[in-house]
């Protein structure tokens, strides 16, 4: 039975022992209804166009209207998979995010009410770059083994702005991916073998004062590679696990070529067959990244998505690998196994049609809406209407109003 095979010890904080299954029961993700195509910001830029297709490997990129923010963004993802008994049964909610929109109050506050989650649960924010959303996880897990009967909603919500005409500027976009954390998962059970490394480093940064992201490239491309090897390295002596262990493996993409460069690092260690088999799973999973950009905290668990709605060859008792990467840095190296009916779980006709269903902006009118910004001394804005199901509706006494 693969679920007896999978089942993890926990020893909570009180020093029980507790067996169960605990991991991803639900999934979905969010990304606006607007986007820029590569080539024409390639044209736009003066640069060969097969720099972005090919050489980062991004064909389109998702544009945030003002109507969108990480908050709205958060609760859009959220909403389609959540049903009234998963809103009561919900105790903690933890928004992961580098786009925060208020220093004190966590998101995680407004997407608790604007979702109707039961009031007498936890709402926070966690910050670390990209890899905010990783520890995310792992907090619920633990938040769960203590409290079996809990669910937690992990989002990852983030617009990536590097500003316009600038090197960074190819590698932008904007969504959400909201993931149900349960025990007796139905899509995965996230195993207890996480290693993480963290080293104090400036490779892409965020002052307070800017809306822009600092970044050293080429440094950040080296780190993103070099805490790769450490933590893989480290998981590999703690675990006796090998490459060939694994079905698929899902990278951090800020850009889908930083994966594939990932992938190329660790695939010496598996014969050729192995090496074509993994390839061909890092294509679909990085199929939805390609269209929607780098989400930052939420890139990981897109590219998951991915994979998972994209593969045709997974199966319950696969294990898939996770590198999950934050600037800064902080990287983690951990698994998940599938579990039986996954594909039953998966949202992929709606992931799908929200990307089919947006419309292509031109470079112009991206540019325009890249500009647009909120008041920044509390004066009073109305937005219009837009197509989704939450918005920011405004800003009034320094305040965000939401529909
Ligand atoms: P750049 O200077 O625009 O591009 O910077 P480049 O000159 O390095 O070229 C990019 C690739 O295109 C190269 O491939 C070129 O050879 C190729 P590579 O050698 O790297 O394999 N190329 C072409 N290929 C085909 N046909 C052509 C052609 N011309 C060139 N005609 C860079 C690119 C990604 C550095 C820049 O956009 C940037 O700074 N982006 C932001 C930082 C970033 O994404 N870093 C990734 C690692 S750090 C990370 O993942 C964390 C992050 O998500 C933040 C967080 O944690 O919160 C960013």
Not at 87 to 116: P, T, Y
Not at 259 to 270: A, I, W
Not at 305 to 314: E, R, V
Request: some cysteine.
């Amino acid at each position: 039975m693969i679920g007896d095979k999978l089942r993890y010890t926990y020893r909570n904080d009180v020093g029980r022992v507790t067996n169960m299954n605990i991991g991803i029961d639900k999934l979905h993700f969010f990304t606006p209804h607007v986007y820029v195509d590569m080539e024409e910001l390639a044209e736009a830029r003066d640069v060969e166009p097969a720099k972005f297709t090919i050489g980062l490997g991004q064909t389109q990129q998702a544009v945030a209207p003002i109507t969108q923010d990480p908050v709205s963004m958060a609760a859009n993802a959220a909403w389609p998979i959540l049903t009234d008994d998963d809103k009561e049964a919900i105790d903690f909610i933890i928004v992961g995010s580098e786009s925060g929109v208020d220093q004190s109050k966590a998101m995680a506050v407004h997407v608790h009410q604007l979702l109707g989650i039961n009031p007498f649960a936890r709402a926070i924010e966690m910050k670390e770059a990209c890899y905010a959303a990783t520890v995310g996880l792992q907090t619920a897990v633990s938040h769960i083994a203590r409290h079996p009967e809990s669910k937690v909603l992990v989002i990852a919500t983030d617009i990536a702005r590097y500003g316009l005409n600038t090197s960074g500027e190819s590698t932008q976009g904007a969504g959400a991916v909201a993931m149900l954390i349960s025990k007796d998962p139905r899509v995965a059970v996230i195993n207890d073998d996480a290693v993480s490394y963290t080293g104090d480093i400036y490779d892409f940064w965020r002052p307070n004062y800017s809306t822009y992201a600092q970044v050293d490239g080429k440094f950040s491309n080296e780190q993103y590679l070099s805490y790769l090897e450490t933590v893989w390295t480290e998981y590999k002596k703690r675990t006796n696990k090998t490459l060939a262990d694994f079905k698929a493996l899902a990278f951090h993409l800020p850009y889908s070529k930083m994966g594939l460069k990932g992938l190329r690092q660790l695939l010496p260690e598996v014969d050729e067959a192995k090496q074509a088999a993994l390839t061909e799973q890092f294509e679909a999973s990085r199929v939805y990244n390609k269209r929607v950009g780098n989400i930052y905290t939420g890139s990981l668990y897109l590219s998951l998505i991915s994979l998972l709605d994209q593969s045709q060859d997974l199966q319950a008792g696969d294990t898939i690998a996770l590198y999950s990467y934050g600037s800064g840095a902080v990287g983690e190296f951990f698994s998940i196994t599938l579990v039986e009916g996954f594909k039953d779980m998966l949202a992929d006709e709606s992931h799908q049609a929200m990307l089919d269903n947006r419309i292509q902006l031109s470079v112009a009118d991206y540019e325009l809406i890249f500009q647009e910004e909120l008041p920044t001394d509390g004066s009073q804005l109305v937005l219009s209407e837009d197509e989704e199901q939450f918005q920011l509706a405004g800003v009034e006494d320094h305040k965000r109003l939401y529909k």
